[in-house]
């Protein structure tokens, strides 16, 4: 666990993303493609708010 190249550096921040694209094929397989937003958690299991926006 923990092993291999990282995708992401290293953060105490979650990063936000959102999803930008989703394709599913016959054989049960689906690809998810996500984008960083600017966006800030508001807290867990929230909806993402805009930078600077009060929570």
């Known amino acids: ?27 049960g397989v689906v690809v998810l493609t996500y984008a960083p937003t600017r966006d800030k958690l508001v807290g867990w299991g929230q909806e993402p708010g805009a930078p600077g926006e009060e929570g």
């Open 1 to 27: 666990m923990g092993g291999g190249v990282r995708l992401f550096a290293e953060s105490n921040e979650p990063v936000v993303l959102r999803l930008v694209d989703a394709q599913a094929f016959d054989s």
